[in-house]
């Protein structure tokens, strides 16, 4: 699972490494957002992806992943969507 912000969108990628292939993806810019101002790059925002990349990723059979953080530090908008994504069932 590798999450990327910029200042203002947010982007989820599961990534089988061994074949370099997505498995699935989830940003704020996703047609499966429902509705735009909770998609945010902030900790609210990042709470509904994190539920939604969970979907997404069981959707997929995904249920345990590495958890890339792609060099940000655990606080704040990583966090919340590392434990958005733990509460909707992802184990990491």
Do not use: C, P, W
Request: proline share 0%; net charge positive; charged share 25%.
């Amino acid at each position: 699972m590798s999450v990327r912000f910029t200042e203002r969108n947010a982007y989820i990628q599961f990534i089988d490494d061994s074949r370099g292939v997505t498995l699935a993806a989830v940003s704020s810019l996703s047609h499966r957002a429902k509705s735009k101002e909770n998609l945010d790059a902030n900790v609210k925002g990042a709470e509904t992806l994190g539920g939604m990349a969970a979907t997404a990723a069981k959707e997929k059979g995904i249920s345990r992943v590495v958890f890339d953080r792609s060099g940000s530090r655990y606080h704040g908008k990583i966090k919340a969507l590392a434990e958005a994504a733990r509460a909707g069932g992802l184990e990491f």
